[in-house]
């Protein structure tokens, strides 16, 4: 099987890393991810101009990509970028609009496609231990549509966004399959309180409360009480997209503890060339590629049936898991205690793998997932 990119994936590929380098140094990350948004519009805005979002989607809904190595070649070259911009809010709910969603709905991807509107995922809540299945807000009917009661946590980007796609019960327990909504909220709408705070690896969160939040009928997304599968399917394109993060991450973090070891020296030579330090970093450099293999085989199973997709997903989340905490903890250890210093872009790299392993599932629920799925 032929592994290289295309040369437009390559194109974009160099596109992204030109301009990240030039636009987005360590130092104005971090003034973007403490400003009050958490992110750099300006960042944002040139990114989303050289396609960096379009490539996320398929043509016929006005991208130019689509594909899951797209998304894949995407997201990796962000990881390098150590980006914090919203891109993970926009394939998510863009997904869950393209998979479920009317023309109606369709015609706001116009809005995340430029750019132009900042979209997230308020899904998670307390208590659910990263299940989808686990929903407690509570959507009732009325006269005029839905209102929405409940709380949501960690929703990243959730101050700054102009979008919400908002899991909600309109029927049955709260861990239950079935009985599950989503709906397509403007942020602004009546009733909704945001809380933000800062994430510990840069950019922010909040936590969103609804109080008779009203909606018309018009922003169910989907068929109502049968919304699991359609987040599962746009949860699945987040898992992708953050495995292949980690992987930029984790090539960064190899480059930078290689050339440490290649450049400090102790008792007159590199400590590369102490053979307990080889052992250590070629350790490193076989699960780096293991994870990449993981990734590659996740983005060729997005197409195939429910069970292989998501048995591939969750393989691969798992192994990003593991391997980007090791790949974090062996990078600082072979730096020393300057790699615990914030002046190092080290450290950043290593906070961003450690984090990517708790968002939409750590390893253990992911491998516990895949066992599951394979009794299926």
């Known amino acids: 099987m032929n592994f290289e990119h295309t040369e437009d994936r390559r194109m974009l590929a160099d596109t992204l890393d030109r301009f990240l380098a030039e ?14 948004t958490g992110y750099s519009a300006e960042v ?3 990114l989303s101009a050289l396609g960096a979002i379009g490539a996320l989607f398929p043509e016929d809904v006005g991208g130019f990509g689509g594909d899951a190595f797209d998304v894949a070649v995407v997201f990796e070259h962000l990881g390098k970028g150590l980006v914090i911009e919203p891109f993970l809010g926009a394939l998510v709910v863009g997904r869950a609009i393209v998979a479920a969603g009317s023309d109606a709905h369709k015609a706001r991807l116009g809005g995340i496609l430029d750019g132009s509107t900042v979209a997230a995922l308020a899904h998670d809540e307390a208590g659910g ?15 005029d549509g839905y209102r929405l009661d409940g709380t ?6 959730g101050e700054a966004a102009g979008l919400l796609l908002v899991s909600a019960r309109s029927s049955a327990g709260v861990d239950d399959e079935n009985g599950i909504s ?7 709408t009546t009733g909704i309180t945001r809380q933000g705070y800062r994430r510990v690896d840069g950019g922010r969160v909040a936590e969103l409360t609804f109080d008779k939040v009203p909606l018309p009928a018009t922003a169910l997304l989907g068929e109502e009480g049968h919304g699991l599968a359609v987040l599962e399917q746009a949860v699945g394109w987040g898992l992708l997209a953050l495995c292949a993060e980690a992987v930029g991450a984790m090539d960064v973090a190899r480059q930078h503890t290689l050339d440490y070891l290649r450049t400090r020296r102790q008792f007159g030579v590199p400590i590369g060339s102490f053979q307990a330090l080889q052992h250590r970093m070629a350790d490193v450099l076989l699960d780096i590629e293991q994870a990449r293999s993981a990734v590659i085989n996740a983005a060729a199973a997005m197409n195939a049936d429910r069970t292989t997709r998501e048995r591939a997903l969750s393989a691969a989340k798992y192994t990003i ?3 980007g905490t090791r790949t974090a903890e062996e990078s600082i250890q072979m730096h020393g205690g300057i790699g615990m210093t914030w002046e190092l ?4 790299y290593a906070k961003r ?22 009794a299926d």
């Not at 231990?129 to 006269?143: I, M, N, P, R, S």
């Not at 989503?182 to 602004?188: E, I, M, N, S, T």
């Not at 793998?353 to 394979?374: C, K, P, T």
Request: proline share 4%.
């Open 23 to 36: 636009q987005y140094p360590i130092a104005a990350r971090h003034a973007a991810a403490e400003s009050a």
């Open 44 to 46: 944002w805005n040139g």
């Open 129 to 143: 231990h990263y299940e989808l299945a686990y929903v407690g807000l509570q959507a009732t009917k009325t006269a």
């Open 152 to 157: 949501k946590g960690v929703v990243l980007h």
């Open 182 to 188: 989503l709906f397509l909220v403007p942020a602004d």
């Open 321 to 323: 898991g593991r391997v």
């Open 345 to 348: 872009p080290l450290a950043h």
């Open 353 to 374: 793998l450690v984090m990517i392993d708790h968002q939409f599932g750590d390893e253990d629920h992911h491998l516990a997932r895949y066992v599951a799925l394979g």
